[in-house]
């Protein structure tokens, strides 16, 4: 399978900005995306990235592709504590079989 | 729309028993996925279900196996289990017409299983 690499925690005061990094191994990523896990809730789609484009912003979120180096990172602007979560990137070659990383504990301080 | 529903919500088995795990997807999904997150790890593909065929399985052995019936719910059923079956285990659901996931995937909030 392919390499998703994250990594494990990130600590900042709320109302800062938090950047999550995520390495991938797969030159052939059609997808890549970014999800969230609230303790006891299933994972939700924050948002996604075609491969082709280098940057997608979504109100607060903003996602930048480098896929050369392919790394890919997620940046929530003022942060608050409800963004206190697990955050995954995944990517896609095909679609129907996703490769999740390991996830990185997101921790906002008040 | 109760979105996708997964029981039971906790398992405890031993070691060499078999599980059944169900999954409801959202109203109007045809495509059923399963994952399976141990602890402190992301998700792993396990097999995805559509017009009640496997269409694709991740790198599990043959105790993995699921099911599909007509009304799109799916059945993940695990044999001969090993203490490193634990974990939990997320059902998704999705419109085929849709396999990259962008609008329309939904996970379950999962079943947690424990094998002793």
């Known amino acids: 399978g392919e390499d998703v690499e994250q990594s494990l925690f990130l600590s900042v005061r709320e109302g800062d900005s938090s950047v999550i990094n995520c390495t991938y191994t797969d030159s052939s990523s059609t997808y890549l995306y970014w999800y969230k896990q609230e303790p006891g809730a299933g994972l939700q789609l924050l948002t996604y990235i075609f491969s082709n484009m280098d940057m997608k912003q979504d109100q607060r979120l903003t996602v930048l592709l480098n896929k050369k180096d392919k790394h890919l990172s997620l940046r929530i602007a003022d942060t608050q504590t409800g963004d206190s979560a697990i955050y995954f990137c995944?990517?896609?070659?095909?679609?129907?079989?996703?490769?999740f990383g390991t996830g990185t504990s997101l921790t906002v301080i008040p | 729309d109760a979105g996708v529903t997964q029981s039971p919500t906790h398992l405890i088995k031993t070691r060499g028993q078999q599980v059944t795990l169900r999954c409801s997807p959202k109203?109007?999904?045809?495509?059923v996925s399963w994952y399976q997150q141990a602890l402190g790890q992301g998700p792993q593909f396990i097999f995805q279900y559509y017009e009640e065929e496997e269409r694709q399985r991740g790198n599990f052995p043959d105790r993995f196996s699921g099911h599909q019936f007509p009304n799109y719910s799916s059945e993940l059923n695990v044999n001969a289990l090993l203490l490193g079956d634990s974990a939990l285990y997320l059902c998704?659901?999705?419109?085929?017409?849709?396999?990259?996931?962008?609008?329309?995937?939904?996970f379950g909030p999962g079943t947690r299983l424990t094998v002793l």
């Open positions: 109203s109007g999904h045809d495509t």
């Open positions: 995944a990517e896609s070659e095909t679609g129907n079989q996703f490769y």
């Open positions: 998704a659901s999705s419109l085929e017409s849709d396999r990259f996931w962008t609008d329309t995937q939904y």
